[in-house]
């Protein structure tokens, strides 16, 4: 606890945003825009997709409406990533961690859930990870096209992305398979092309791009200068203090809004 203590002191202490509070970090651990009518779900045609709630469940990924103890937090660190973006006129974020096995994946899928609870906002979950896609495992989908795809050129943004049953704000965009060369398809120009069209076209819809771990590949670097701010997730017993003093190092150039502390063993507050 206490390196990674220091490591968001050293956060903290930057031109960055306040870390979530400890009690926020637990839970996540273990287990003005205009209406929504405006909103991303009039351009699909074909049904929602109906999910898997066991699985869902056994992968703690929230319920629509992020509602329980388990979506507290999340609508907590919604609403501070939120209003920091509004601060700096942002609406993509990228979820970062130093190394792998910090829990980006669910945080990213998690806070896209609780952003798209809010009235009135929409949210695009997209994976960038395309050294190791797994927001569709963890949904329990099977993409028939990825964001890859539309990269590459075969196909439109809007073919690749898919609705979920009962997550009525929620968009995602899925990668469906492991690209060797994914840093050099993330500097390629298209995906500029891609992201600058998926941040132009809501202005009420808030971007979630997962992407691979800062430190075990150079794809966080590649793609960064895509997106406006960055969240760094961090676990705690395993992230170490100099691998994310390095990490933010590495991204100066990215507004880090705050950190997520995964599997914390501090008590939680009671009551609320």
Do not use: W
């Amino acid at each position: 606890m206490e390196r990674i203590q220091k490591a968001m002191e050293k956060l903290q202490a930057g031109k960055t945003a306040p870390r979530i509070e400890p009690s926020m970090h637990a839970d996540i651990g273990r287990k003005g825009a205009t209406s929504a009518s405006d909103s991303d779900t009039q351009i699909f045609k074909t049904p929602a997709l109906p999910v898997d709630q066991a699985l869902l469940e056994r992968n703690r990924i929230l319920l629509p409406g992020a509602p329980g103890p388990l979506g507290r937090p999340y609508k907590m660190l919604r609403t501070q990533v939120l209003q920091r973006m509004e601060q700096i006129g942002a609406n993509s974020l990228a979820i970062l961690s130093p190394t792998n096995n910090a829990g980006k994946t669910l945080t990213a899928i998690n806070l896209a859930i609780a952003i798209a609870a809010e009235e009135g906002r929409t949210a695009l979950l997209i994976d960038f990870d395309l050294r190791n896609p797994s927001i569709h495992r963890h949904l329990g989908l099977k993409p028939e096209l990825g964001v890859e795809d539309c990269i590459e050129g075969q196909y439109a943004v809007r073919e690749a992305m898919l609705k979920l049953a009962g997550y009525d704000r929620l968009t995602v965009l899925p990668a469906r398979r492991t690209i060797e060369a994914s840093s050099e398809l993330l500097t390629d120009k298209r995906t500029a092309e891609v992201v600058a069209e998926l941040r132009g076209r809501y202005p009420n819809r808030i971007l979630i791009f997962d992407i691979p771990p800062v430190l075990q590949a150079d794809d966080a670097l590649a793609f960064t200068h895509n997106v406006q701010a960055g969240l760094m997730v961090v676990r705690e017993g395993l992230t170490r203090r100099e691998d994310v003093q390095r990490s933010i190092e590495m991204l100066r150039d990215l507004t880090i809004v705050g950190t997520v502390l995964n599997a914390s063993r501090d008590p939680q507050a009671g009551g609320y």
